[in-house]
């Protein structure tokens, strides 16, 4: 028997997939139960349907204190872990999950091979006879794309080209999210359509390293018949196939369903690791394949992976992108009327290390348009998130060359901007900026006294963000004062991995891996935004750890509060370390 193991990056552990045919017999079953102590555990009986008594289809057949999973349907490391726990399966402890078959690729059994996916690319393909009629490629892959961007699915770019190396192909392709159209005639004024929506996913030949070929890991199907007049039917089914793929792909990206059962789990699960098996095979075959290959035994773990960012609208953060290029050529080019254009009137800007002060917008304006000498200016990282139909924050990185009279004003700076949408334009209205290393020699300047800073809000969060160190420096074990004082909607972006976010799920969790020994909080200044958001910046002090690994300084911290009813809760967190950069890697 051939067996080709392919290594393959998203799903969270090693799954074997078995195009199982009827040679899958109870003789077989019977010889794999003979070879050693067997056990039969039904971690799922669920169907496609909702069913809140059920989990997804899942069986495992623990050998010799081995498990092998037949079928990963959702909650099925959940449904192990109480084998583990209520049962005393040891097999069944979920970091000990290594190996699973799949019998078949409906979205009920394989929706977990999504998992850690960082985005999707979608092609799309559509026979010249469906073209004939009115479905056309171009314009269904702006539907697929449009839908996966209103769901947050990050979109990949497509691979320009495939680099072949003794016939095979040796680069790597992002995962495709590919859509499938035919038509064919049903009499004289009926057709019949068929959909098919796959995803397909990267892998390599164990014997061939460099070779690359796609494995199918999702897939979905419809057909059926429409009439000539009414080719809103087809795309509504294309629409109905593509939701279901957001639908498993959010299940098992987002916190509210974690495949693992806690994130401790999360951060010791196995290398993912993808075996396929020729079809015709048994159970005792695939075992004893996938025991050739050593992926029963001990591997070495992969960095642990983060969930696709939620705090990011693509269509805005590209808006941001072209004003902050904006801005950043008015600078260059001293352009009066463009940053008057650009900068709201009550503009102030905070940085981190003055965070006592703000530099009021005419004081700015003089400083960027007579003090100033820039060089060159760039931003990257940029990530947008609507507050209100007319505010939005934007966090960017802004590296920077120039000198301010006479002294260098170089750098890299994290900058958190709030921007107002006027008469159809936005306007920035507020900048924090922490200097990413080294802050910039300022010059000694007497500054006007702050008008950004409402001393009554400024005393409310205050108080709410000492609560918030008090909850820290007990382990967050109190969860109530953490949900009153956190949004399920929180993420956190820091400025040493501003690619990324940490979502409320992973951030302030009772883990204890995030020790704290002491923490303390300065400089606030509160802003209101709207009537229900505030902005609060400070300077955060704390003696701490995270998984053995120091994370203690100085941060400059902007946190977005908002209000509902009588109760302020934090939406979002914007910190940077002063002088410093810690290791943002996440452990294996």
């Known amino acids: 028997m051939r067996v080709n193991a392919v290594w393959f990056g998203s799903s969270a552990f090693l799954i074997v997939v078995l195009l199982l045919t009827a040679s899958l017999a109870a003789g077989q079953q019977t010889q794999t139960a003979a070879a050693g102590k067997t056990r039969i555990v039904l971690l799922g009986t669920g169907t496609p349907g909702p069913d809140p008594d059920r989990s997804g289809p899942a069986t495992a057949i623990v050998v010799n204190d081995v498990a092998y999973l037949v079928d990963l349907g959702p909650g099925v490391v959940r449904r192990a872990s109480a084998a583990f726990l209520d049962k005393g399966i040891k097999a069944l402890e979920p970091t000990k999950l290594r190996v699973a078959f799949v019998t078949h690729l409906h979205s009920d059994h394989t929706k977990e091979a999504l998992r850690e996916l960082k985005g999707m690319t979608v092609t799309v393909r559509v026979a010249p006879k469906a073209e004939r009629v009115g479905l056309l ?12 961007r209103a769901a947050h699915v990050p979109l990949l770019g497509h691979p320009r080209d495939i680099v072949f190396a003794g016939g095979r192909r040796v680069n790597n392709f992002p995962p495709l999210l590919s859509v499938l159209v035919d038509v064919t005639p049903q009499g004289a004024k009926a057709l019949a359509y068929a959909i098919e929506v796959v995803v397909s996913q990267d892998a390599s030949d164990p014997q061939d390293p460099r070779a690359k070929t796609s494995v199918t890991t999702w897939c979905i199907t419809k057909a059926g018949t429409y009439n000539k007049r009414r080719l809103k039917q087809v795309t509504r089914e294309i629409e109905i196939a593509v939701d279901q793929f957001i639908s498993d792909y959010v299940a098992v990206n987002t916190l509210a369903s974690l495949f693992l059962a806690s994130p401790a789990m999360a951060q010791r699960s196995r290398a993912p690791r993808m075996v396929l098996v020729e079809s015709g095979s048994s159970i005792q075959d695939a075992i004893d394949a996938v025991k050739d290959e050593g992926t029963v035994g001990e591997i070495q773990r992969p960095p642990r992976q983060l969930p696709p960012p939620t705090d990011i609208d693509p269509k805005l953060t590209e808006e941001f992108r072209q004003l902050e290029q904006q801005l950043c050529d008015a600078i260059l080019h001293k352009d009066a009327k463009i940053l008057d254009r650009l900068v709201g009137p009550e503009y102030t800007l905070r940085v981190a290390d003055i965070p006592q002060s703000s530099l009021p917008r005419a004081i700015w304006m003089d400083n960027t348009l007579k003090r100033l000498k820039p060089e060159s200016c760039e931003q990257h990282h940029y990530a947008a998130r609507k507050l209100a139909d007319d505010l939005a924050v934007v966090s960017l990185l802004w590296t920077q060359k120039g000198t301010i009279d006479g002294r260098d004003f170089s750098g890299d700076f994290y900058v958190v901007d709030f921007c107002k949408k006027r008469r159809g334009d936005w306007q920035i209205i507020a900048r924090y900026s922490s200097p990413v290393g080294k802050p910039p020699e300022r010059p000694l300047r007497q500054l006007p006294a702050p008008t950004d800073s409402d001393l009554q809000l400024t005393d409310l969060l205050r108080q709410l963000e000492q609560e918030l160190g008090e909850a820290a420096l007990h382990g967050f074990k109190d969860t109530k004062a953490m949900e009153r004082l956190v949004s399920p909607e929180f993420t956190q972006r820091v400025s040493d991995a501003p690619e990324r976010s940490l979502p409320r799920g992973l951030w302030g969790q009772p883990s204890g891996t995030y020790k704290i020994e002491s923490i303390e909080g300065r400089h606030h200044a509160a802003r209101k935004l709207t009537d229900d958001l505030a902005v609060v910046s400070l300077l955060l002090t704390q003696q701490a750890t995270s998984e053995g690994r120091d994370r203690s300084g100085d941060f400059y911290v902007v946190d977005i509060w908002k209000r509902s009813g ?20 996440l452990p294996r």
């Open 137 to 148: 490629e171009s314009q269904i892959r702006a539907d697929v794309e449009q839908q996966l």
């Open 566 to 585: 009588d109760r302020w809760r934090m939406i979002a967190r914007y910190s940077s370390p002063m002088g410093k950069k810690f290791d943002r890697s």
